[in-house]
């Protein structure tokens, strides 16, 4: 190795960056410029080339002279095989008070220097790591993913690794970090040789070392990833075996260093990672490897993960545990279906069998416990979705090219026969470019049958006569089934398995451009696995017809025209952005008129027509009010909405337009935060429950955020002009946590409770209303109903946690069966998946859009800590509270407003027994509670008098009111 020396006196750089290099003379500058171009001056560059065979160490030459004192180059006697010894070579000449590290292939950010190296001056920081950016550079529109954002979204500055273990096991990345130099000679800190993912074990020693760790939010490394490439970087070099024996030889020392020291919390981390990730990686590529592969790969893996504790597998969900415990036993026959689920998450691939009430992923191992618990698939819910909302797993079993006909067979997998045998069954094929703005082709197809527990099939495809693509902007597309079984439609992707696609003859085609732009069309499989077709040139002169096009479309009046378009695109994308819209509302406040009468209505962000907002809608059309009411909606179609009102997607122009001009703004959540309301508008805020956990200021994650988000924050709550509030305990509540003043409190009780406070007080039996609601869910005439309603759950990152039945859900049906009909209520943000064990006798009513009938249908509520407590208890019937996680509830960081456990007005069990000890003697429940259930709806409920709605139209829009 060989390399310049600096003059002796020559200043000591900031940071010092060592670029690698291997058969990479093209990218090189790129990646040495962007170190160049850095706002902080005082930077080295030292090129390190791995012995290259292509001239990049004369391109390194070339750089040292042009940029002399700030570039130097070397090069490696032979090849090390890895990217290890070049960056230690680098690394033990490196001069400055910090070092670096950038591949040929990558750019830093600008700004990357500065900004790490302030970040360790100012935190005296042995290491800094900023956010890397995957750059696709084989996308259309160089597509960026961040690397792991959530680590990454505020600085902070951490003592020991081990308080932020999600660093340790996912940013592995050696290249977005800076590095204090003595800190690593001390430590002597160097990257393995001769083996690959030398990031993964120089980064754990590096992060159990450093005294003190600094993340900052800026994007400092821009990775640059090109997938379609032949030749394979060495991370996606996963088909072959030694690549996979790398990755465990380096893990295994991961494992010896946290031994050593005692850390099985991390190595628990790393461990679940490594099932979640590092594993699933492979697993992907064995559809479509050979078996010595296969074998010689579940070998490996077995000797490395089977000792893992139980609690790392504990971790996985359903379906990564399956393809483990299958992968284990080398189970390819249900192992390849599970892999093609884990690829594709919606995906069903297995028939399925049902036992015992429960659902599984097959019928084998079902006589062993553990293998039982890991194949059961209840929770996953496929058993209670109708054909139309299943994706299934339709395998292509033949391929094969007969003139200008292409044949291909499938067997689309019929989980639990939800085909029936006699079921009329027909087919087609859709062929569709995958720039979906282009057209598309269907073919029938000719045979459609059962077949066991497979639904198979064949088509004939005409492609070369019928199939006519344009030729130039659509050269891949992607093939879609879809079955008609008596009437009812499901689409399906052809899986590809093992027909050998990359040997398989293409069909000639005719563009509508002709065959000077492309002759053939060749199977390929997508990136999921499905089949997909890419028209290519084969014949002489559809060669150089294309060549012509290439090079008319990189020609100038092409570059003028692409660049109109991408200018038109990203004006279009600019017009659909959040900020543009926002900005143009508040032009809308200025410019539009109000428009008298109009109010614009909505309920939990527009996910319903429901609660307060639709009470006071409702009085409104009672009494024939000349109002214009505005419901917002969000998702791909309203559903549930009232045919008289005017329907506005949210988000959408017209919604915007909507709030800018209506008289009256009517939700019970909060319209968008960033939209401002003018003056002439009145908010009326219904809210949607009072509070038990603490909400607004009182959380502490509000009162630590900027002084500017609290200003923004504040800014949206003092649209409200009007807060609905129930009782004194929502004044000292909600109204202080939202610094809401006095004279905003609208003392009506909640519109949406009138009909629950009527009920209780005329003790009538129910209406036809709820007879029809009854029998439309499917309860029995003869059972009482028991509605089990909690709030939902979330996970220590703030996302909601799916629902999970906090009792045994199959015992309580045996128990009470004959007597109640359980409905499940869980929070929308939930999901229920009930097992068929409990048809009948437990139903999953979440999906309906209103909870208030499901109130006034039930005999006895079961909840935790939802506001529904608060409602329900207007009725005067049973309420039973299910507080099993109460202390993990009520401690933690937000806390609660009062102790539950001392106000229930229900008895509180805390285990399955005790709930179901209160259940069976409902009777009981009243009695004992009627006082304490008094004096909580005296507490929680005092305005709730049944008229909260008419008195809110008469204030606002009778003839006195406000509208008027």
């Known amino acids: 190795m060989s390399i310049d020396t600096p003059e002796a006196g020559a200043a000591v ?19 040495v410029r962007s170190v160049l171009d850095q706002t902080l001056r005082n930077v080295e560059v030292i090129v390190v080339d791995d012995c290259s065979t292509d001239g990049s160490y004369g391109v390194a030459q070339q750089l040292a002279l042009g940029h002399p004192g700030r570039v130097r180059a070397s090069r490696l006697a032979e090849n090390s095989g890895g990217c290890g010894e070049p960056r230690n070579q680098g690394l033990a000449v490196a001069r400055g008070r910090y070092v670096m590290f950038l591949d040929s292939d990558d750019t830093l950010e600008p700004n990357a220097c500065r900004n790490m190296l302030e970040a360790a001056d100012r935190t005296g920081a042995d290491l800094v790591s900023g956010l890397c950016v995957r750059v696709h550079t084989d996308s259309r529109h160089d597509k960026r993913v961040p690397w792991y954002p959530w680590l990454y979204r505020s600085t902070r500055t951490v003592e020991s690794i081990a308080e932020l273990p999600d660093l340790f096991v996912f940013d592995t990345l050696s290249t977005n970090k800076c590095y204090r130099r003595e800190f690593l000679v001390e430590n002597e800190l160097t990257f393995p040789r001769g083996i690959h993912y030398e990031d993964l074990l120089f980064s754990a020693q590096a992060y159990l070392a450093a005294g003190r760790i600094t993340l900052i939010p800026n994007t400092v490394y821009f990775w640059h990833v090109v997938e379609k490439s032949t030749t394979k970087s060495i991370s996606n070099r996963r088909h072959e075996i030694n690549n996979f024996t790398d990755r465990l030889e380096i893990h295994r020392r991961i494992d010896a260093v946290l031994d050593r020291r005692g850390l099985d919390g991390l190595k628990l981390h790393k461990d679940i990672k490594f099932l979640k990730h590092d594993l699933v990686l492979y697993l992907r590529e064995l559809p479509f490897l050979d078996d010595d592969y296969r074998h010689r790969f579940a070998e490996l893996a077995r000797g490395y993960v089977q000792d893992f504790p139980e609690e790392a597998y504990a971790e996985l969900d359903r379906v990564h545990a399956i393809c483990a415990h299958l992968l284990m036993r080398e189970d390819w026959e249900n ?28 019928d084998q191992y079902l006589d062993d416990p553990k293998a039982r618990a890991v194949m059961d698939v209840t929770g996953l819910g496929h058993h209670g979705k109708p054909l139309e909302g299943m994706f299934l797993r339709n395998l292509l079993t033949g391929y094969a090219v007969r003139g200008d006909l292409v044949v291909l067979e499938g067997a689309m997998v019929n989980p639990l026969h939800t085909v029936a045998a006699d079921a009329d069954l027909t087919a087609e094929l859709e062929f569709r470019a995958r720039r979906r703005s282009l057209q598309m082709f269907r073919f029938p197809v000719r045979t459609v049958r059962h077949e066991g527990e497979r639904i198979t099939w064949q ?8 199939f006519r693509p344009l030729g130039v902007v659509d050269e891949v597309w992607d093939v879609r089934m879809h079955l008609t079984a008596d009437g009812k439609r499901t689409t399906t992707r052809l899986t590809a398995g093992r027909v050998d696609l990359e040997n398989a003859a293409s069909v000639p085609v005719q563009p509508r451009l002709s065959r000077l732009v492309a002759d053939r069309l060749e199977p390929q499989v997508s990136a999921k696995g499905h089949l997909a077709f890419r028209l290519t040139q084969q014949g002489t002169a559809a060669r150089h017809g294309r060549a012509v096009v290439d090079r008319n479309l990189q020609g100038p009046a092409a570059r003028t025209v692409k660049g109109s378009y991408r200018m038109l695109r990203a004006v279009r994308r600019d017009l659909a952005s959040g900020a543009r819209k ?18 614009v209505f909505e309920s939990h962000l527009g996910r319903q027509y429901s609660d307060s907002p639709r009470a006071v809608h409702e009085e409104l059309r009672r009494r024939r009010l000349p109002v214009t009411a505005i419901w917002s909606y969000s998702g791909a179609r ?61 959380e502490p994650t509000h009162r630590v955020m900027s002084e500017q988000e609290q200003r923004s924050y504040q800014e949206a709550l003092d649209r409200f002009d009007h807060f609905v509030v129930r009782s004194e305990h929502d004044v000292r509540t909600l109204g202080r946590a939202y610094r809401l003043p006095e004279e905003k409190m609208l003392r009506t009780g909640y519109p949406r409770n009138d009909v629950l406070v009527r009920a209780a007080r005329d003790h009538r039996a129910p209406d036809a209303e709820l007879r029809r609601l009854a029998e439309r869910l499917g309860v029995r005439p003869d059972r009482r109903v028991v509605l089990y309603a909690p709030t939902f759950r979330a996970r220590p990152d703030g996302a909601v946690r799916a629902f999970e039945f906090p009792f045994d859900v199959e015992r309580f049906a045996e128990r009470f069966g004959d007597r109640y009909t359980l409905l499940v209520r869980s929070h929308y943000l939930n999901r229920v998946a009930l097992p068929p064990s409990v048809a009948d006798r437990v139903l999953d009513v979440t999906g309906e859009p209103d909870i208030t009938p499901l109130l006034l249908l039930a005999d006895a509520l079961i909840t935790d800590y939802s506001s529904v407590m608060f409602d329900y208890a207007l009725l005067r019937r ?68 049944g008229d909260a709605a008419a008195r809110i139209v008469d204030r606002f829009f009778g003839p006195a009111g406000e509208a008027r």
């Open 459 to 466: 088509a004939v495809v005409p492609l070369s006569a019928r």
């Open 13 to 31: 750089p900031d940071i010092s960056v060592v670029v690698i290099v291997y058969n990479d003379a093209r990218r090189l500058p790129a990646a």
């Open 878 to 945: 049973p309420l039973v509270f299910y507080a099993y996680d109460w202390e993990e509830y009520s401690e933690d960081m937000r806390g609660t407003y009062f102790d539950l456990l001392q106000e229930a007005p229900g008895p509180v069990a805390r285990t399955e027994d005790e709930l179901f000890a209160a259940v069976s003697d409902l009777p009981a429940v009243v009695t004992q509670y009627e006082a304490q259930l008094k004096e909580f709806v005296d507490k929680y409920g005092e305005y709730d008098r």
């Open 582 to 599: 926002v900005q143009v509302y508040h032009r809308m406040l200025r410019l539009l008129p109000v428009r008298k009468g109009t109010v």
């Open 638 to 698: 309203p559903e549930g909405f009232p045919e008289d009102a005017e329907l506005v997607r949210r988000w959408s122009w017209r919604y915007l337009r909507a709030l800018a001009q209506a008289e009256f703004w009517i939700d019970n959540q909060g319209f968008p935060l960033r939209l401002a309301k003018r003056p002439e508008t009145t908010y009326i805020q219904t809210w949607h429950g009072s509070a038990l956990k603490r909400m607004g200021f009182d």
């Open 335 to 362: 192992l390849m279906p599970a892999v093609d689920t884990l690829i594709n998450r919606n995906k069903i691939s297995a028939p399925l069998v049902q036992r015992e009430g429960r659902v599984y992923w097959c």
